[in-house]
C-alpha cells in the first residue's frame, strides 16, 4: 500500500509541475524563439548598415578573440536576376567596442561570381580563440577558393586566403590540430606553430573505414613527367557485383601533380560502377568499363586507363 501512495504522490507533483509549470517555466514560452538581446539587435543595425542595400545575408557570431560578446561574422550576396551565381558575394566581421559601446566593421572582402558558404570553426591556436573557413567553388574546373579567419596580434584578420589562386575539383577540412587543403589526392596539411601556420604535403588516400574483406585496392602513382602508373601492370582489373574498388596513390607520391579520376557506362549506357566517394568505385552491375586518372586535371596525353569487368557472384 506504501508504494502505491508513493507512486500516487510523485505522479500528482508531476501533473501539477506540468499544468503550473515548475521552477517558473512556462510550457507556451518554450514553443518562443528566444528573443535578441540588446546588444544583438544592435549589430544586426550596423550589419544592414554595412552592407548593399540589396544584398542577401547570413550571420553567425564567432569568437574570433574571446572577447564578449564574440564577433559576428557576415556573408553576404548580391544575385543576379536569373538566380544563377551571385554578381557579387562578400565577407564583413563586426566587432565590439566596448569604450564606444558600439559595433564596428573590423574586416571586409568581397568577390564576383562565387558562392559562399560557411566549411566550419575550429580552435587552433592553443587557446579558446575560433577560427573560420569560409569559401566557394567557381568555373567548370570547380576552382576552390577560401579564407581562414581568426585573430592574430590583437587585430581581427586573414589567417589563410588563397582567393585568386583557386584550386582544380578542390576542398579543405579541419580536424582537432589544423586543417588540410587538397585537391585530388595531393594535400597540404595546415598547422599553428605559434607563429604562423607551418606546412606538410601529404597524400590524402580514400577512407578505408568500410573496407571489406573481398574489396580490391589498386595502387598508382604519378611522376613529375606526368607519367601515370598502376600496380596492375596489365590494367585490368576483375570485379563482382557488389565488390568496392580503393583507387591509392602512393603515399610517397606528394611531388603536387594533382589528378581528375574518370568512370564510364558501358557501350550499352549502363552505369557499370559508382563512385561512392572520391577514388572510392562499387560494382553495381555485370559490365564492362573503364576507369580513368588524368595527371593535372587535364593531361590526356599521359592519362592511365583501367580497364574494369564486373561479374555476377
Excluded at 602513382?221 to 607519367?227: E, H, K, M, V
Excluded at 570485379?239 to 550499352?268: F, P, W
Amino acid at each position: 500500500m506504501n508504494k502505491i501512495k508513493w507512486f500516487l504522490c510523485v505522479t500528482l507533483l508531476l501533473v501539477f509541475c506540468f499544468l503550473s509549470g515548475c521552477a517558473g517555466t512556462n510550457p507556451e514560452k518554450l514553443m518562443e524563439k528566444p528573443a535578441k538581446t540588446e546588444l544583438q539587435e544592435q549589430a544586426l543595425q550596423q550589419i544592414d548598415q554595412d552592407l548593399p542595400i540589396e544584398a542577401i545575408k547570413e550571420v553567425r557570431q564567432i569568437s574570433l578573440s574571446e572577447q564578449s560578446p564574440a564577433e559576428c561574422v557576415v556573408t553576404y550576396r548580391i544575385p543576379q536576376k536569373d538566380g544563377g551565381t551571385p554578381e557579387l558575394s562578400g565577407i564583413i566581421v563586426e566587432q565590439y567596442q566596448p569604450e564606444e559601446k558600439s559595433w564596428h566593421k573590423v574586416w571586409e572582402d568581397q568577390w564576383e561570381f562565387v558562392r559562399l558558404e560557411f566549411l566550419g570553426k575550429e580552435k587552433l591556436m592553443d587557446d579558446d580563440r575560433e577560427q573560420i573557413a569560409i569559401g566557394g567553388w567557381s568555373g567548370n574546373g570547380g576552382y576552390f577558393e577560401f579564407v581562414l579567419l581568426g585573430e592574430k596580434h590583437e587585430e581581427i584578420t586573414d589567417l589563410f586566403n588563397n582567393f585568386g589562386e583557386g584550386i582544380p575539383n578542390g576542398g579543405m577540412k579541419f580536424d582537432k590540430e589544423g586543417f588540410i587543403v587538397q585537391s585530388g589526392s595531393q594535400g597540404t596539411y595546415y598547422e599553428w606553430n605559434g607563429k604562423d601556420f607551418s606546412t606538410t604535403p601529404v597524400v590524402i588516400p580514400p577512407d578505408l573505414g568500410e573496407k571489406r574483406e573481398n574489396d580490391i585496392i589498386a595502387h598508382y602513382a604519378i611522376d613529375t613527367d606526368l607519367n601515370t602508373t598502376s600496380d596492375y601492370s596489365d590494367k585490368t582489373i576483375n570485379m563482382h557485383v557488389g565488390e568496392k574498388l580503393y583507387l591509392i596513390r602512393d603515399a610517397q607520391n606528394t611531388n603536387g601533380i594533382t589528378e581528375r579520376i574518370m568512370s564510364y557506362a558501358d557501350d550499352g549506357g549502363k552505369m557499370v560502377l559508382d563512385s561512392t566517394s572520391w577514388s572510392v568505385f562499387e560494382a553495381k552491375q555485370a559490365g564492362e568499363t573503364k576507369i580513368t586518372i588524368i595527371p593535372d586535371g587535364y593531361n590526356w596525353d599521359k592519362a592511365l586507363d583501367l580497364q574494369i569487368t564486373v561479374s555476377n557472384k
